[in-house]
């Protein structure tokens, strides 16, 4: 870190900062409308999907009998997953000091608020009386990993939004010193009281420091508690496939995966749309590209472990169900997961080429498609076979498939996730300005600054 | 080849569909006349009339009262015309042989019960003149009183005779029964004295409801055209226990039983994460007081 000393050089590199970081906030045309009016529709669509599920109860889903944790559940546990990103950019590498993970925390973070928020709202979705949430509240055991997890995620969220909050508030006054004309007035009073009435003297950053400091310590225990208590809702289980010791470490690792693909393909929407190149730089890509292949490289080593060790023993219900997926009706499903999700772009992104923007981003987009298919792999197969004497079942009880209002309701969730995020990126910076500026060279005492025009 | 399989299903199917709507079930001519040999009297009717009620009952239903289960094909009631139609000899090699889902009692019932069973059936033979006949119900009254301190149920029976008065009903027995979540327990049978009176004296190792209450049922048994009664809720038996369907010691038990460590670990976890949170909005709370100095 150079500093500079000149103020003047100073003064012009912390308003170009400014300028471009805020681009996302002022800029307004068709393409924002269009993206707002298609993400509104699509979650207004779904939000009706859901009434009429609410209205005639879940037997509009393919959920029956056997089967009774469908692709609402491999969802959640997806989101739950792509959420656990914000851990481990914005605090784990934060805390090791590594600088150029520093204007990625935001989009992390952003990424974390609305997966673990929608994690929340699509396991409300999975219930036929969504009332009955409150249940957990009045009824819950404490030895139940259900309520182990409703604690943890509501926790989790906390953290999180307080963790995006922190960096923020700084961000916030000079927003509040800078922008006029250029942003509507309730905006800038959501900045004005957001802000606390920050000056930026040594106190406050002392403060802000410590908070942040604290929060990044404690997301650590809650941030691999949310996914190894949501697999532990699997492996408390004794159902082939589920009843596994490994498994809150295979989630954590496939977690990190969805994630940073999650994160990357984020990075390159706000590089193009924001005109942020000098910012979310080639090299950000490529160092995301290196983590990408470490904890992808994590994951196929606990997937080896997941399938290889019960695989080689063959134990007769663990047998059927691996049979099931290896070479059934689950075969082709599992194996592009395997191949094309995970080894063969751990393979590519050795290669420097497809560790730049566009390659890499493509790559993510295949990634996170294979995340969602593996959770859908993780959850229903197993359940397909009640590993009981069943007769008489109606044929519809042996598999499942999703219904219309199921996809219709997952890809609710979808859109209202990008619908958090957008409005997250409309509202406040995607990266945080006093950090980024800092680590350019410029002082700290140049930021409360009123600009001279 | 699936063709060949399809078509031998289509058989085999055909075949024992036939099987099990056949009306006809043919008896060899050489057993068709075979001759019981037992005399038709009052004291074997009776005899065979016992078997029926254990053996047969159950499918068949009572004579006379079209009350069999609904199978198919319809075990045909013992007085239609469907069964008295048949030779004793095809009625004992029927009962012998089985069909269908009629079953063989040739290892259950020696040849004499089987016989005999056929010497019941004759009683509602229109060819023969019935040796036991079931008179009329006779119309009476129960009514009764639990004492829980002497630990005593007390049954009365009255009856109308046939000038209409109301008479004690001397000599009789009723069946005393307890309620239960699907039914009635039949616990003990009484005979009514000379004053139509009856005690029942209630077993000390009985078991009521959560609080030890019972409900008695008592009724008069065939022959008789009486309600069934049901007396009062009392306290006279022990209490039902309850058992925890969850044991102690199980990491996932109830609230109930938890082991301690697991209550602290989630509590402490929970706790410790919300109290840490709980500083960090204490101090951007600071924040905006600082921004005065």
Not at chain 1, 47 to 54: M, N
Not at chain 1, 173 to 197: C, H, Q, T
Not at chain 2, 54 to 59: G, T, V, W, Y
């Amino acid at each position: 870190m150079n500093k500079i000393e000149s103020p003047e050089e100073s003064r012009k590199l912390l308003n170009k900062i400014v300028f471009d970081l805020t681009r996302s906030i002022v800029k307004k045309d068709e393409l924002t409308r269009f993206w707002f009016f298609i993400l509104i529709m699509f979650s207004a669509v779904g939000l009706w999907g859901w009434g009429v599920q609410i209205d005639k109860g879940l037997g509009v889903t393919g959920m029956r009998d056997y089967v009774s944790w469908g692709m609402y559940i491999a969802n959640f546990v997806f989101f739950v997953a792509v959420s656990l990103i914000g851990f481990l950019i914005s605090s784990t590498l934060h805390l090791l000091n590594i600088s150029w993970s520093k204007p990625i925390s935001r989009v992390a973070e952003q990424v974390a608020i609305a997966g673990v928020a929608l994690a929340g709202i699509i396991i409300v979705n999975d219930m036929g009386h969504p009332d009955r949430l409150l249940n957990v509240f009045i009824h819950g055991r404490f030895a139940s990993p259900i309520v182990w997890d409703v604690s943890v995620v509501m926790t989790y969220l906390t953290i999180s939004v307080l963790l995006f909050y922190l960096p923020l508030i700084p961000d916030l006054a000079l927003l509040r010193d800078r922008m006029g004309n250029e942003v509507p007035k309730w905006k800038m009073k959501i900045y004005s009281i957001l802000a606390l009435g920050w000056n930026g003297n040594a106190k406050q950053y002392k403060t802000i420091y410590h908070a942040m400091r604290v929060l990044m310590i404690l997301i650590i225990p809650v941030g691999l508690s949310i996914h190894t208590v949501t697999s532990w809702l699997f492996a408390a289980t004794l159902r082939a496939g589920w009843d596994s010791t490994i498994m809150g470490p295979y989630f954590v690792a496939g977690a990190f995966v969805a994630g940073s693909a999650a994160v990357v393909m984020l990075m390159y929407a706000y590089r193009l749309r924001y005109g942020l190149k000098e910012y979310f730089e080639d090299i950000h890509f490529d160092q995301m590209g290196k983590l990408l292949v470490f904890v992808s490289l994590l994951y196929l080593y606990f997937n080896v472990n997941e399938f290889l060790v019960p695989g080689y023993k063959m134990k007769a219900a663990e047998g059927v169900h691996l049979l099931n997926i290896f070479v059934g009706r689950y075969a082709l499903m599992f194996w592009s997961v395997q191949i094309l999700g995970l080894i063969l772009p751990i393979i590519l992104m050795l290669f420097r080429f497809f560790r730049k923007p566009l390659p890499l981003t493509i790559i993510s987009v295949v990634m996170l498609i294979g995340a969602w298919f593996k959770r859908y792999i993780i959850v229903i197969p197993t359940l397909e076979h009640p590993f009981l004497p069943i007769q008489n079942v109606p044929a519809e009880f042996h598999h499942y498939s999703p219904t219309g209002i199921e996809i219709m309701i997952t890809l609710f969730s979808f859109t209202a996730a990008l619908l958090i995020i957008t409005i997250l990126a409309k509202l406040f910076p995607v990266i945080t300005i006093w950090e980024y500026a800092e680590e350019k060279g410029i002082d700290k005492k140049y930021f409360s600054e009123q600009p001279k025009s | 080849m699936i063709k060949k399989i399809n078509l031998l299903i289509v058989v085999v199917l055909f075949f024992s569909v036939q099987h099990g709507i056949s009306q006809e079930w043919l008896v060899p001519a050489d057993k068709q006349n075979v001759k019981n040999p037992l005399e038709y009297n009052l004291e074997n009717v009776k005899k065979g009339k016992e078997i029926f009620m254990r053996e047969c009952k159950s499918c068949h239903g009572e004579p006379g009262k079209n009350n069999a289960l609904a199978l198919t094909p319809a075990p045909p009631d013992i007085a239609s015309s469907k069964m008295q139609k048949n030779s004793e000899g095809e009625m004992f090699y029927k009962i012998s042989t089985g069909k269908g889902i009629m079953p063989s009692f040739k290892a259950t019932l020696s040849e004499n019960e089987r016989w005999l069973l056929v010497n019941y059936f004759m009683n509602f033979n229109p060819k023969k003149s019935p040796v036991l006949v079931v008179a009329p119900p006779i119309k009476a009254t129960l009514s009764g009183r639990v004492d829980a301190g002497k630990k005593l149920v007390t049954v009365f029976a009255e009856f109308k005779n046939k000038k209409g008065e109301q008479e004690k009903l001397t000599e009789t027995p009723v069946n005393i029964c307890i309620e239960r979540a699907f039914g009635n327990l039949p616990v003990g049978q009484v005979i009514t004295n000379n004053n139509g009176a009856a005690d029942f004296k209630i077993p000390n190792n009985l078991i009521g409801d959560e609080e030890g209450f019972v409900t008695f049922v008592v009724s008069l048994g065939e022959g008789f055209d009486a309600k069934k009664v049901v007396l009062g809720k009392a306290k006279v038996g022990t209490p039902k226990e309850t058992p925890k369907l969850i044991r102690k010691g199980v990491i996932w038990s109830t609230n109930d039983n938890i082991p301690m460590w697991m209550l602290l670990s989630y509590l402490g976890a929970i706790g410790g994460a919300w109290i840490t949170i709980g500083y960090v909005v204490f101090q951007i709370m600071r924040i905006k007081g600082m921004s005065k100095g």
